[in-house]
């Protein structure tokens, strides 16, 4: 298994001109299915291409024939015949939209008085009204002009426009009460109490009481094991069971844990002495600290009836002031009636005389809207639309996919390598197949044989599996990475020694074979 190459990343140019021509030629595509040519019972619209133009790519110097069209509509004989009618009728409107503007061409010349009652003046003059009537002028205008050039000498009167709301009587209103008289300072704090227990037991938290009694126990206990110790090997001796053997190992390793669990129990006797000493003193801070609440509870009844006197001054003078405030918003609030009820009257008013103003003008403005040129209106075609090639997207995108498989690549072939380089960190190393468990083969190193003794094997280039396992001692969780002894035995046998029926890989012979294999 070699170390693999990276893959050749894309040339930015080419792969610039391959996307700018997939658009182009997109582009184009959607102008023509675009072009619908259209026949209406008004008239038709056709597009014909016209020409085209050259359009030159400023980053890859490419040149492209871009085509142009024209758009041409054309009336039915009975459109084109309406039409001729239509724009002799809107010729007529717009004569006539002139002629109105001629007869009120005085309306805009004079201006308007806001202050000015046309109707009350026509009301109080009724010759004023007559005349204008007989002459068939407007009777709103005709008033201003007689009122601005006869009726001020005349002394004439009634022409008096309702007035707008007076903000002077809701300002003298009187202000509100922002403020009453406190009926004293409230009770901030408590009288002085005694300190809270915060902690208890001896400074070190009865360890030596504790370790007082684990002594004790250990010393009663120690001298008992040792002599059970001495029995169980003259025990295995007598009974033939030599020194370093797995049956003697096995019976010292339970011995070893009995013991264990022995000296377990001393240790948990001297924390439970340790627990009741602890117990005892927080019963006692607990006790205490209950009488210090006590006493602050008293402390916060007294501090709580005195302000209880004091909230109940304080809300009867804020009934006396929010009393006054009433009557105040209510005095605010009839001025404030009358106020828009005047506001009301004075704008009717001004609309009235808006609309006096702006009707002549709004009847000329639609005379002239009917005069406007109408042009043929054609459906809204169903549009085609070809989705461009992302053409950049996919070559990336491919670029991408390959440099995923090298990356992947090269985290497989560093992580069989480093289970191999993880062999020099000591002289031999369990590597018995029969030691192991959960085996997984993760690959093959290429090109390691035994070249100090077969020259042969090495040009075959036999291959060394390496696999990820875990003993069978250790947890579950704890993974390696190496190969097997029995595999690196078939390669070379001195780099495989046997210990106690079990098989060791001499990791600086297999470091060198390595190396000289690559």
Not at 23 to 49: C, E, R
Not at 265 to 279: F, K
Not at 376 to 399: C, S
Request: no cysteine; hydrophobic share 35%; glycine share 8%.
């Amino acid at each position: 298994m070699g170390k693999p190459d990276p893959p050749t990343p894309p040339n930015p140019l080419a792969t610039a001109r391959a996307q700018t021509g997939t658009n182009v030629s997109t582009a184009v595509a959607n102008a023509y299915l675009g072009n619908i040519n259209q026949n209406t019972p008004t008239g038709s619209l056709v597009y014909n291409q016209s020409g085209q133009y050259g359009w030159t790519d400023p980053t890859t110097g490419q040149t492209y024939n871009i085509p142009t069209f024209t758009a041409t509509q054309t009336l039915s004989p009975q459109g084109q015949a309406i039409q001729a009618q239509t724009q002799a009728a809107q010729y007529n409107l717009a004569g006539m939209a002139n002629a109105q503007s001629g007869r009120i061409a005085g309306l805009l010349s004079q201006n308007m008085n806001p202050s000015f009652n046309a109707q009350a003046y026509l009301a109080a003059n009724p010759d004023v009204m007559q005349y204008a009537l007989q002459t068939g002028q407007d009777p709103a205008q005709f008033a201003a002009q007689h009122y601005a050039q006869y009726g001020i000498t005349e002394g004439r009167t009634g022409w008096q426009a309702p007035q707008g709301g007076n903000a002077q009587n809701i300002l003298n209103v009187p202000g509100a009460a922002t403020s009453y008289t406190s009926g004293g300072p409230i009770q901030m704090s408590l009288g002085p109490q005694g300190a809270i227990t915060h902690q208890y037991g001896g400074a070190d938290d009865y360890s030596a009481d504790r370790q007082r009694v684990e002594d004790a126990l250990m010393q009663r206990m120690n001298p008992q094991l040792q002599i059970q110790q001495q029995a169980l090997q003259q025990q295995l001796a007598d009974q033939g069971i030599r020194y370093g053997s797995d049956a003697y190992n096995n019976a010292m390793l339970t011995y070893n844990q009995q013991a264990n669990d022995a000296r377990w129990g001393a240790i948990q006797q001297a924390g439970q002495e340790q627990q009741r000493m602890d117990q005892m003193a927080a019963q006692q801070a607990a006790f205490q600290n209950q009488a210090q609440n006590q006493a602050y509870e008293q402390s916060i009844g007294a501090a709580g009836f005195a302000n209880q006197a004091q909230n109940q001054a304080n809300q009867q003078a804020a009934q006396a002031a929010s009393f006054y405030n009433t009557g105040i918003a209510q005095q605010l609030q009839q001025q404030q009636a009358g106020f828009n009820a005047a506001q009301a009257a004075r704008n009717q008013y001004l609309q009235e005389q808006y609309a006096s103003r702006n009707q002549p003008i709004n009847e000329i403005t639609s005379l002239l809207s009917g005069s406007q040129v109408t042009q043929p209106n054609f459906v809204n075609t169903p549009g085609a639309q070809i989705p461009t090639t992302d053409i950049a997207g996919l070559i990336n995108q491919n670029f991408n996919q390959q440099m995923q498989n090298y990356q992947a690549q090269s985290q497989s072939y560093n992580t069989l390598v480093g289970g191999i380089l993880g062999l020099g960190a000591g002289a031999l190393k369990l590597s018995d197949v029969r030691a192991k468990d959960d085996i997984h083969k993760l690959g093959t190193i290429f090109g390691v044989a035994d070249v100090d003794h077969d020259e042969t094997r090495h040009d075959q280039a036999e291959g060394l599996p390496i696999y990820r396992y875990s003993y069978k001692d250790d947890p579950a969780s704890v993974l390696h990475v190496g190969p097997m002894a029995q595999d690196v035995e078939k390669i070379d046998p001195q780099m495989v020694r046997t210990i106690a029926g079990q098989k060791y890989i001499d990791q600086s012979k297999l470091m060198g074979h390595i190396l000289r294999a690559a």
